[in-house]
């Protein structure tokens, strides 16, 4: 709805005193399209994922083997459980979990090796960089008429993910020499760079500084979860820093699907039956690049570790949890089941022995 001022004789409308001036009289006219119209939206969907796991046990035997795909885990599955994350409205609300159960005498001394794949989507609504005769123009554009599909192809705004930030879980050892981690440029960072650089918060740098923090969570007691935070496990790279990701866009007669860039990290650990097998690694989206347009929906740099996902620029990984068998083991039921017996059978016969002794005497 809209008020605006038109010229009237007002002679017969004397009652009408809103903003009544002389021989102007204001209306208020609903349901009028003046052609006025939102910037589109800037928005991206950043997912940071486990996409492979491999675990091998001391003896050099693979034990699982198996990736993460469509949501299914396929391949060497044996003794996993997974579900997946679920998302509701853009966001995560369940992170999902790969649950590992095996013989605590094979645990000790086996190596998982975990591979996490990091996708950035432009999910923006399509916008151009020259605003007077682009998006906006009403009817036959710029595009269309003068230059055609291959400038509108040019002029489209792209969005490039500079910088990644990655929280790597203090239980995860990250190998600097693993091929993967190389071809994808990741960098061990420290808070004081994080900070000069301002890729952060001032509160985020704060919590890092800190050691550990309250999640925001709480156990089955209703008691708070604190998490540790390790300065030495957070990495960053800016290895899609050329990319120019397009949002879904039509180009002539067809639609061009959205664009999106994937980088990729692996870390692994000697497991041990006395320490708990749990990992966990959160990312974030903290350097947005684009030639113009609306501001990106999403706040780059302003996610706390191990906190739930508030917005698309952030991202935690499935939940990976190795852990003994918790079934009942049967092999035990045998040989305890013998030793009752023979107790048994051992104090009926002293029993009868004794007292056929005392009826002799």
């Known amino acids: 709805m809209m008020e605006f001022n038109i010229e009237y004789d007002d002679n017969d409308l004397m009652s009408i005193d809103l903003n009544r001036v002389e021989n102007r009289i204001a209306f208020k006219i609903n349901n009028m399209d003046f052609g006025i119209i939102r910037r589109p939206e800037q928005s991206v969907n950043f997912v940071k994922t486990l996409s492979e796991i491999r675990l091998t046990l001391a003896n050099g035997q693979v034990l699982i083997d198996a990736k993460v795909e469509n949501g299914q885990l396929v391949g060497e599955v044996n003794h996993a459980t997974y579900m997946a994350p679920r998302k509701e409205n853009g966001i995560t609300v369940d992170n999902g979990y790969l649950r590992i159960e095996m013989d605590e005498s094979l645990i000790q001394g086996s190596t ?57 879980d203090p239980k995860s050892v990250y190998r600097p ?63 899609l820093d050329d990319a120019k990701l397009k949002p879904i866009y039509s180009k002539g007669d067809n639609l061009n699907p959205a664009q999106g860039g ?57 939940e990976v949890t190795i852990t003994p068998s918790t079934g009942e083991n049967r092999a035990y039921v045998i040989p305890v089941t013998v030793g009752i017996v023979a107790f048994v059978v051992l104090g009926v016969g002293i029993v009868l022995i004794r007292k056929k002794v005392l009826s002799e005497r």
């Open 112 to 168: 998982v090796q975990m591979t996490f794949k990091l996708t950035t989507e432009n999910t923006s609504q399509a916008d151009y960089v020259d605003e007077e005769y682009g998006y906006y123009q009403y009817g036959e554009s710029y595009y269309q008429k003068a230059v055609g599909e291959e400038e509108k192809d040019n002029d489209i705004i792209t969005l490039t993910p500079s910088k990644i930030v990655d929280y790597l």
């Open 177 to 239: 020499d693993d091929e993967t981690n190389i071809e994808y440029q990741w960098k061990q960072t420290s808070i004081e760079e994080l900070r000069n650089e301002g890729l952060v918060a001032g509160n985020i740098t704060d919590a890092l500084e800190s050691g550990e923090y309250d999640t925001g969570r709480v156990d089955g007691n209703g008691n708070p979860i604190i998490e540790e935070l390790d300065e030495s496990q957070i990495f960053t790279t800016d290895y």
């Open 262 to 318: 994937d980088v990729y990290m692996v870390v692994d650990k000697v497991l041990s039956s006395s320490e708990d097998a749990d990992f966990q690694n959160q990312a974030e989206l903290v350097m947005i690049g684009k030639p113009g347009g609306g501001k990106i929906t999403s706040t780059p740099g302003n996610y706390i570790p191990n906190k739930q996902q508030k917005e698309t620029d952030d991202s935690t990984s499935q």
